[in-house]
């Protein structure tokens, strides 16, 4: 059985990040991280409530953001009485030791929030989703620090274990382990990567969050109502915990200072395995260099084509994606029209489970297949689609296809979709229909070499380019380039980015300074 190869690729631009997984070369998940973001899935807010909503049983709590956050009753922790104490107690000045506190009675499925919570109470919360569209973020009064192999939940009190470890064995050995260093009114989950680890991994692991959840009492004593009380790890970070195992072959980063971060940090988590972790110095931009530019411009648009002809036409609504599969020109008239149209579905499935992860997909996802007759064909298909999405890390159920050949699948939303615009408007008329002429393009190009070279006395210059450009003034024994040196003296550097736009262009100084150049629209069409 053919092992699939795993590449973490980095990309770190001064406040933004932006994360690719690769599988077997190819993109499958694409993440990004700004520096500037106020809040994150994990994140812990000191909040207040803002307004009670009987009839929707929920409130809306201010936790410094422009959207108020919403809390359903069913996003309260059983524990919330006695949470709440607790954050009281703490603000007046006590110690902050959960295993002297004594447990409030348990809510009940069927209570009122208004019984619970009131207006301009403070409100220790846990984002669950980010804000999406319209809507505010989701929060939750069940706080819990994930670390590499054990999940902390204060006020919890039970030792849970993930479904997904199998031994009998094993699971009786970590149940036993995790009973022993478990900390009073302390609830732990031991995590799927906690299988083999050792009583020296979890403890230290354990040590980690309880530091996490005596940071956030000790800020509570003095923090002002509302206000951030803790911030899960970078995105990078995270990724890393949750999604890197020793079957990844590579981790590329463009970033020496996030390259040594990442290194000590695996070779915590993975003693002795740390040199995956690769800086990448050449001068051709990551996303370039592994074709993730190019497979991201392929991918995101409205239709999406597959090697073999058949296309797909993706589809976002405010309620659902729907996903349409056509044939194309995939089709052999040498078998039946059930057996195409087999080929086809499974074809289109392998690309679909690729999408939905790469896209982000959330909510409701209805997928139009080609119609197939046989209930054998619909079985097959059905489960095809659940091996493919098992790779899928988000928590999601897929249903069998209908009478009408629709397969419905539901995905956990906590975040944005990602959407990429991939096309291009025209950088020489911006959308208005009028250019000058093209044959006047390369004296524009060489107009501004000399006005930097011979009037603002530029040293060097570097201009980044159009993989055609760069083809056009770079070809041939005398080339074009080669002519500016003989007239300028000077060599001009050129690069070939991809994510240039056609008749875009950049240029730099000796310093790979942008040289911001005011582009003449104003004479288009003149």
């Known amino acids: 059985m053919h092992e699939t190869s795993k590449d973490l690729i980095i990309s770190s631009q001064q406040n933004e990040t932006h994360i690719a997984l690769l599988e077997d070369q190819k993109l499958v998940e694409i993440h990004h991280e700004k520096s500037t973001d106020q809040l994150a899935v994990g994140d812990i807010f000191l909040g207040k409530i803002k307004k009670i909503m009987p009839g929707l049983n929920a409130a809306f709590v201010d936790i410094g953001c422009e959207k108020e956050a919403f809390i359903h009753f069913l996003d309260l922790a059983t524990q919330t009485p006695t949470l709440n104490e607790f954050v009281s107690k703490v603000r007046e000045g006590g110690k902050g030791d959960i295993g002297q506190m ?17 207006s301009g109470q403070p409100l220790l919360v846990q984002v669950t989703k980010e804000p999406i569209n319209t809507k505010g973020a989701r929060v939750t009064t069940e706080i819990s620090f994930a670390g590499r192999y054990l999940v902390l939940v204060p006020f919890f009190d039970k030792v849970s274990i993930s479904q997904k470890i199998k031994g009998s064995e094993e699971r009786k050995r970590l149940r036993k382990i995790v009973q022993g260093i478990k900390p009073k009114h302390f609830g732990i989950i031991i995590r799927t990567n906690a299988a083999g680890a050792t009583l020296e991994d979890l403890t230290a692991d354990l040590k980690q969050l309880l530091s996490k959840w005596k940071s956030v009492v000790t800020k509570l004593r003095n923090a002002a109502v509302p206000s951030k009380m803790a911030s899960e790890m970078d995105k990078t970070f995270l990724l890393i915990r949750d999604m890197v195992d020793e079957s990844f072959n590579t981790i590329y980063t463009d970033s020496p200072s996030l390259y040594q971060e990442i290194k000590e940090y695996f070779g915590q988590v993975f003693s002795g395995n740390k040199n995956i972790v690769k800086l990448y110095k050449d001068s051709t931009p990551i996303f370039e260099h592994f074709n993730i530019a190019k497979q991201i411009k392929g991918s995101f648009g409205k239709i999406v084509s597959i090697k073999s002809g058949i296309y797909l ?16 020109n995939k089709l052999n008239a040498n078998q039946s029209e059930e057996q195409n149209a087999i080929e086809v579905n499974i074809e289109a499935a392998i690309e679909i489970a690729r999408q939905i992860r790469l896209r982000n997909l959330g909510g409701i996802i209805i997928i139009d297949f080609i119609d197939m007759d046989l209930a054998a064909n619909r079985t097959l298909l059905y489960n095809k689609m659940k091996e493919l999405m098992a790779a899928d890390k988000t928590r999601h159920t897929i249903l069998p296809l209908s009478k009408f050949g629709l397969m419905q699948i539901t995905r956990q939303r906590v975040q944005q979709a990602n959407v990429f615009d991939t096309a291009e408007q025209c950088p020489t008329c911006q959308g208005t229909g009028k250019i000058k002429p093209s044959i ?18 530029a040293k060097r210059l570097t201009i980044y380019l159009h993989p055609y450009l760069y083809a056009y003034f770079t070809k041939g024994l005398i080339s074009k380039r080669l002519k500016w040196f003989f007239t300028y003296h000077k060599w001009v550097r050129l690069e070939s980015h991809q994510e240039l736009q056609l008749l875009d262009y950049k240029f730099f100084n000796q310093d790979m300074e942008e040289i911001v150049l005011v582009t003449p629209h104003s004479e288009h069409g003149l």
């Not at 070499?449 to 009037?455: H, S, V």
């Open 102 to 118: 004594t447990f409030q009675p348990s809510l009940e499925k069927a209570g009122k929030i208004s019984s619970v919570l009131s």
């Open 440 to 457: 006047l393009f390369e004296e524009e190009i060489v107009n501004r070499i000399e006005f930097l070279f011979q009037k603002n006395n």
């Open 313 to 328: 036409i993706i589809e976002q609504t405010e309620a659902m994606h729907v996903i349409d599969v056509n044939s194309g």
